[in-house]
């Protein structure tokens, strides 16, 4: 059973404008998120994570919203890059249940 | 920081094979993370170390799967009787274990069985 769902396999967005990756949770439990990003033939490299007991965490470009009630998280990518194309995997604590990822493709 | 290192990056292996692979994690980190990646599929955990003591293990994926961390530093999978559904990525993580602290993945190792 997948407790962290990203419906969304892929997104194409042109260089400059908002990218918005989602990400969906089914256990109320868990108490932070992580978003990973993943360049072909590397591992995961951390991006940016947020704590339940808030709903916004902002680092440079990136920023993540999380709303409890819906069990939903959102990276925003402001203004996106070429070099920010790869594939976006959020994740729950410990033993980081992670989604299927979004493929994000930035077109100059 | 040197990261976590996996070796080998690439092992081709012919089915029925034992194959082992080892992890290496950032120095200071109490705990080591294996996972498994396949095409279009986000890493899938399968074990945790906490220095030597492996807390986890119950999602190994069946009892041909092992993994150790005998010091508490470094970490080895092993793979009995491989078959075909192995192949795939095998990720290796680490972190302190403090708090939200991430993890932090090496580059993984890629399993091809023929």
């Known amino acids: 059973d997948q407790q962290v769902k990203q419906n969304s396999p892929s997104l194409s967005v042109q260089e400059g404008r908002i990218s918005i990756l989602n990400c969906d949770y089914t256990n109320s439990m868990f108490d932070y998120f992580l978003w990973y990003k993943k360049y072909p033939a590397e591992g995961p490299t951390f991006l940016i994570s947020i704590s339940s007991i808030k709903d916004k965490n902002e680092d440079g470009r990136f920023t993540v919203f999380l709303n409890k009630s819906a069990k939903h998280l959102s990276l925003h990518i402001v203004p996106s890059q070429p070099g920010d194309s790869a594939v976006y995997f959020c994740?729950?604590?410990?033993?980081?249940?992670f989604g299927k990822g979004t493929s994000l493709l930035v077109t100059p | 920081d040197t990261g976590v290192s996996q070796d080998p990056r690439h092992k081709i292996t012919k089915r029925g094979q034992n194959v082992t692979f080892r992890c290496d994690p950032i120095?200071?980190?109490?705990?080591l993370y294996w996972y498994r990646q396949t095409l279009g599929q986000g890493p899938e955990f399968l074990t945790y170390f906490q220095n030597e003591a492996q807390l986890e293990k119950s999602r190994l994926l069946s009892d041909r799967f092992s993994a150790e961390r005998p010091k508490g530093s470094f970490s080895t999978l092993e793979i009995q009787r491989t078959e075909q559904g192995d192949s795939a990525m095998y990720l290796c993580?680490?972190?302190?274990?403090?708090?939200?602290?991430?993890?932090?993945f090496g580059d993984g190792t890629r399993l091809s069985i023929l």
């Open positions: 994740a729950a604590p410990l033993t980081l249940n």
């Open positions: 120095s200071e980190h109490n705990r």
């Open positions: 993580a680490s972190s302190t274990g403090e708090g939200d602290q991430p993890q932090h």
